[in-house]
Structures are given as C-alpha cells and as structure tokens.
C-alpha cells in the first residue's frame, strides 16, 4: 500500500524544481514492480494503526465522473511493515496554506509547488516589466502583476540547500524566458537556523556552499530563526484568487537573526547568550519548509504502538514494534510477549530504534540509524527483509523454532555516505563523509551525480 502511485527519487527532486529534469523522470511506477512481483498495488492514505484488532484504516481516494470522492477501509492483517516516511517539522504555520510549503513528504512536494511553478510561468509568459510601471508599482504594497515571486526557504541542512538553489534557478529561467535581467538582490532567501548553514559539515565545506549559493543567486541567513509567518496574508491573497481577483498582497517572513553569528556560513551557530537585532523582513510570496522530521500525526492520535520520546514509532533492533501497555488490566510487565506484536515492524523515518529494556550501560555496538535514505536502505535491505521473511514463514509453517532475529548495530551503517548537492544551475557540491577531506563543487560534480541518479532509477525501474 501506497499513497501514491509512484515512488518519487529524492534525490532528483531538485532537479526537477529547477526544471532540469521532466517530473515523470524522477518518479519510479509501483503497479508494474507489484505486478512483477505478485503483490496487489493499493493506492491509500493510513489514518489508524491497532496492532491488537491487527488492522490498518486507510483512505482511498475514488476518481468519479462528477469528482473525485474518498472512503475509509479497514483492512486486516497477519504482517505488517510500516515504512511510511515523515512530515516535515515546524512551530509555524507549516501547510496551512498553498503559499507555506512543508518539504515533507517528498513525494508529493511536486504537486504542493505547482501554485510556485504557475506563478514562475505567468511571470515568464508576462511582457518584461517597463520603467514606468515599475515606478508606479514602488508607491504600492502590492507587486506588479505577474511579478516574479519572492522565496522564503527555512532549513540550513542539505534538503535547504538544494531546494532553494532549484528554485533560485527556476526563478532565474523564467526572469530570462521574460528578457529580465538577473533579480537583485536575490529573489530566494534561505534561513540557516540557530545551528548555521549545513551544521555537520566542517566550517569550510559550509563556507564553501554558501559561496556557491550566493553563486546560484541565494541570499543566506544565517544563524536565523523564523518568528512568524504571513498566514494572513496568504490566506487573504488566496481568497481574493478564489474570487478572480490578482494576485494579492506580498507577505513577508520575519525572522530574528544573531548579531554574533558566523555570516561566512559555517556549521557554528550563535551562543546562548547572543543578543538578536531587530526581526528582519524578508519579502515572501512562498514559504518553503525544510526543517527536519516529524511523525504523520496518525502517529501521535490513532495507533497503540508504541513511540519514543520524538513522537515516531519505537521498534528494538530487529525493527520489531510494540503495543503501548493497556490501562487496565494492569500493563504487561516488558518481559511479556504479548506487549510485542510479533509480525509488526518499522522502517525508514517514521521509526526511532531503541533498546526496550536497555542494560546498563547500553552495549558498544548499539546504535541509532540516521534518518536519511541511505541508512533506510540499507536496515530495509540487511535487517527487515530477513526479519519479514522470517515472519511470513513462521505463519506459513505453523510451527518450529524461528531463527534469531536479524538486529541493526554499528557495524551495518557500512562505509560512510558521499553526499552530492544539487545547485540547479548544472553544478553541485560534493561533501565526503571525512571531514578532513575538503569539499569540491563544479560542473563535474554535477555529471557525477546525474549519472548515478539517472542510474538508480533505471534500475528501480527495471
């Protein structure tokens, strides 16, 4: 089951955003890898999990004549394998509008951005603005129709990075598609966070990505953190679209900015105890958020799974879930099976590995998977494949000893990950996972990565 018809490769995302890549090569069709492999494609949206009634709501979406509708099902289950990712985190208002995007999930950000790429294209498909009525537009708050708009990307980690770089370079194609010259300043702000620009890359690496984002026509602000949004605004200019009108008034983001911190763009951010400069406005007409992780909010309201203290679903190292304790009878003591559905696992992002009954101190070989596609590979592949494998053939047999779990440890992250950021302009930035090796950047890179990307998805595909 899946809640969408194809897997989208995040790793091309950028280039699609920056339009170097059509959407359709990005995405990698589920129906005939089910098919090849003798499973049913379900295409739905899970709202409750109950590992005691084994059974997962869903939401299907049905395409009518007169419109599409939705239903709930109930669907049972001997095993089952939670591998559903996450959404993006945030205090704000994160996608409480079409204008306040939420990077996550990823495979439907595609379809979140469209109001960003109709408006590159009406600014582009627009006559190049003359002097006149860019002096008259100047003695209004709202921008001239048709307008190229203003970014606002919140997040200094990579997912940041790359995306406001693809819409920099996005917003570049349609100023020159409009015979317009280069937008400064830069039309694509990125605010880094407290923690600075790319915090755990060494201070040259991140020196060196800002430069290039200052290449690719981002402004960066770093050691900023965002204190409000225009959800307002947004909401009034979204009103006035449903009604026919323009396109309305221009929000700003405001954001609180330390007057100590590192502006060469390094992984330090500013000291407890720095003091801030007055809220600085940054013009937004989209407010993209890339702010980590957080847990679907089925998650939080409607399973009895347990979870860790983030909110996601803790399984031990085997990728094993348990049922939170029921209030009464009195709760299972941890030792009890039952407490342990044993044909329920967790995967990817929406899980967070920990020791159910930790020793202590916890074993040397114990540790946490990163929340990153890479380290999602590789426990999908080295511990909850034979884990499920093993599952299923207990219920098949009916009997018989089963054989010890496989279990993530230290030793299975393997060697560690190059990182390839896309800049959308055909260059990126190739960060190695030794922090004494110093990063590179340059067209090269970028046929690098689109070589292996290209590649990946034709085998995904295969």
Not at 108 to 127: G, N, T, W
Not at 248 to 270: P, Q
Not at 431 to 449: C, D, S, T
Request: charged share 20%; with cysteine.
């Amino acid at each position: 089951m899946s809640s969408s018809p194809a897997s989208c490769y995040s790793g091309m995302l950028p280039g699609v955003i920056a339009g170097l890549y059509a959407p359709e090569q990005a995405l990698v069709p589920l129906a005939p890898l089910c098919a090849a492999a003798g499973f049913d494609l379900i295409v739905a949206k899970v709202k409750s999990v109950s590992s005691r009634r084994k059974e997962v709501e869903v939401e299907v979406e049905d395409d009518g004549g007169a419109g599409s509708t939705t239903r709930m099902l109930r669907l049972g289950y001997e095993t089952l394998s939670l591998n559903v990712g996450s959404t993006a985190s945030g205090n704000f208002e994160v996608g409480t509008s079409k204008r306040s995007i939420a990077a996550k999930p990823a495979h439907s950000l595609l379809e979140r951005l469209q109001p960003l790429f109709d408006a590159c294209e009406a600014a582009s498909a627009a006559a190049p603005s003359s002097p006149a009525a860019s002096s008259s537009s100047s003695s209004s708050s709202s921008p001239p129709a048709a307008a190229l708009p203003s970014v606002v990307v919140v997040g200094g980690g990579a997912a940041g990075v790359e995306i406001a770089a693809a819409v920099a370079a996005r917003l570049q194609r349609a100023a020159a598609a409009k015979k317009e010259k280069e937008p400064s300043p830069p039309l694509v702000s990125l605010v880094t966070g407290p923690r600075g620009l790319l915090p755990e890359e060494s201070r040259s690496a991140a020196a060196l990505v800002s430069r290039e984002l200052r290449r690719a026509g981002v402004r960066v602000v770093p050691g900023g953190r965002v204190v409000s949004t225009p959800a307002s605004v947004f909401g009034k200019e979204e009103e006035e679209e449903g009604k026919g009108g323009g396109t309305g008034a221009r929000g700003a983001v405001a954001v609180e900015v330390a007057v100590d911190c590192d502006c060469g763009g390094g992984g330090g951010g500013a000291s407890p105890s720095s003091s801030f400069s007055p809220p600085l406005l940054l013009p937004a007409d989209f407010v993209l958020w890339c702010t980590g992780s957080a847990p679907h909010r089925w998650q939080r309201d409607s399973t009895d799974l347990e979870l860790d203290e983030g909110g996601f679903i803790r399984v031990d190292p085997s990728l094993r879930c348990r049922s939170r304790p029921l209030p009464s009878p009195p709760p299972p003591s941890s030792s009890d099976p039952s407490a342990l559905p044993p044909s329920v696992f967790a995967a990817g992002d929406c899980a967070g590995v920990s020791l159910f009954d930790p020793p202590s101190p916890p074993p040397p070989a114990f540790s946490t998977p990163p929340k990153s596609g890479v380290y999602a590979v590789r426990a999908g592949e080295q511990v909850l494949l034979p884990n499920l494998l093993a599952a299923v053939g207990e219920g098949a047999d009916g009997g018989g000893d089963p054989p010890p779990p496989a279990r993530w440890d230290a030793s299975r992250e393997g060697r560690p990950a190059l990182s390839l950021l896309s800049l959308g302009n055909g260059r990126a930035v190739a960060l190695w996972p030794w922090r004494w090796v110093p990063a590179v950047a340059g067209e090269g890179v970028w046929l690098l990565k689109d070589f292996i990307d290209r590649r990946w998805v034709r085998a995904a595909g295969r």
